[in-house]
């Protein structure tokens, strides 16, 4: 069946810094690529999306990069900050519009004061 | 504001039970989700509804069933539960159509089988 890989699984970081997470698909029809956080003991929420037809989206400190070629997708935070810390889950809808999405394994951020 | 509620956020119950978790969703979305959420293994879909009494196997239905009565209700139903079905269970929603993809969660209700 289709998947998506996310990596890394758990990501360690200063303050200040920035992070990225990178996910990899495997349907060719897949054309939205949400991305939700989830903090401890609270429901996914979702913190940016990018559609196919599009390369790169960013909002404030968070950005997110598509390559359809190679069907990658990524997502970069920067000057990170402890409230950042969060696990987060990357998705793929499947098979064009049945609504269906595919999560990632998820990675959990740990930004370090 | 959309909001996404589920009936426990915790919940323990006995080996061979039959358990009832329920979601509702105020926003009149046609299409609801429920999901397990496990360590190392992200969220994967168990059922979801395009609509009223319709509903679809997602990628692990086995030992669960749901029903969708009320477009505004989604139900899971554990028919004789498992110690392995002890695990995060998130319901979400969706509104179908162009640039309304995103899925809304609920709270997510820990269930614990012994």
């Known amino acids: 069946g289709e998947n998506v890989e996310q990596h890394p699984s758990t990501l360690s970081v200063q303050e200040g810094d920035s992070a990225v997470i990178k996910c990899t698909y495997s349907?060719?029809?897949?054309?939205?690529f949400p991305w939700y956080k989830q903090e401890l003991g609270k429901r996914p929420q979702l913190i940016i999306d990018?559609?196919?037809?599009?390369g790169e989206k960013k909002d404030q400190r968070i950005a997110v990069t598509l390559n359809k070629t190679a069907k990658h997708f990524s997502l970069h935070i920067t000057e990170t900050q402890p409230e950042d810390s969060a696990v987060y889950f990357c998705?793929?809808?499947?098979?064009?519009?049945?609504?269906?999405?595919?999560f990632g394994q998820g990675t959990t951020l740990q930004v370090k004061p | 504001d959309v909001k996404v509620t589920q009936s426990s956020r915790y919940l323990v119950k006995r080996t061979g039970e039959k358990v009832f978790l329920e979601c509702v969703q105020d926003?009149?979305?046609?299409?609801m989700f429920w999901y397990r959420q496990d360590p190392g293994l992200g969220l994967r879909l168990i059922y979801f509804?395009?609509?009223?009494?319709?509903?679809e196997k997602g990628d692990i239905p086995e030992g669960y069933s749901v029903s969708r009565e009320k477009k505004e209700r989604f139900s899971l139903i554990l028919e004789s539960a498992s110690t392995n079905q002890t695990s995060m269970y998130l319901c979400?929603?969706?509104?179908?159509?162009?640039?309304?993809?995103?899925?809304?969660f609920g709270p997510g209700t820990r269930l614990l089988v012994l």
């Open positions: 979400a929603s969706r509104e179908p159509g162009q640039g309304t993809e995103t899925q809304y």
């Open positions: 509804s395009y609509d009223v009494k319709m509903k």
């Open positions: 998705a793929a809808s499947l098979g064009g519009n049945t609504g269906k999405l595919i």
């Open positions: 349907d060719s029809a897949s054309n939205y």
């Open positions: 926003m009149d979305h046609e299409n």
């Open positions: 990018i559609r196919s037809n599009v």
